[in-house]
């Protein structure tokens, strides 16, 4: 019995390689193909394939968002990530959100058969690259760092979402009913709790730990 595979990628190009590629395993089938996040979660629901190859940053709903809500419809599902991001912040949403595998698009045609016969078989599989990344990230991290947005308090995890989304200072303060200046001391606290800089690197941190989601 064949493998039932889908893949969902925003590139067509990619994706259509991705397909071609594996037309030539004698034990894999591509059932289907998605866009996007949410067109994602249709198919799925709908073909019911074995593996999802997804990627990460994708339109109306990254791959970290789609993963989680696919592994809470079906936990059976296999999904492995393939995208051309390596940072660890990428790699340890993907996990946490449930996936499989994790595999960079630079991938050879072997890992991303062996990738599809393990994750089916109920092992899990990093590539190599993405491997040292996890090792690394697991024996270098500082306790108070493994999850600094835990740390915030929740009118701060409100106002960073707000700032994510785009909203301006005074914005927020209308929506939440309280002042400028007060908006702005949070917005203090939240860049030096996670460590950031500008309002780009708190639309970065956001998408990368999934609690936005790409239009």
């Known amino acids: 019995m064949k493998i039932k595979v889908l893949v969902a990628d925003d590139h067509q190009l990619f994706r259509e390689g991705l397909i071609n590629l594996l037309q030539s395993a004698e034990d894999i089938e591509v059932i289907g193909q998605a ?47 393939v995208s ?47 491997t040292e990344i996890v090792i690394e990230g697991y024996l270098h991290a500082a306790p108070e760092e493994s999850d600094k947005f835990s740390q915030l308090s929740e009118r701060e995890k409100e106002i960073f979402v707000l700032l994510a989304e785009g909203g301006s200072t005074r914005e927020i303060g209308e929506q939440l009913f309280i002042s400028v200046k007060t908006v702005g001391t949070h917005k203090q606290h939240i860049l030096e709790k996670l460590q950031l800089k500008t309002n780009s690197d708190i639309v970065k941190y956001a998408l990368k730990k999934g609690i936005i989601q790409l239009d």
């Open 84 to 130: 051309m991001h390596s940072d660890k912040q990428y790699v340890k949403g993907m996990l946490e959100a449930g996936a499989d595998g994790y595999l960079l698009k630079n991938c050879t045609y072997r890992q991303l058969t062996d990738a599809i016969h393990s994750t089916y078989d109920g092992k899990k599989f990093l590539s190599e690259d993405i």
């Open 35 to 81: 866009e996007d996040g949410e067109s994602a979660i249709e198919r799925v629901n709908k073909l019911k394939p074995d593996v999802l190859l997804i990627d990460i940053a994708m339109a109306k709903m990254n791959g970290i968002e789609a993963t989680k809500i696919l592994k809470g419809q079906m936990p059976e599902l296999k999904i492995i990530a």
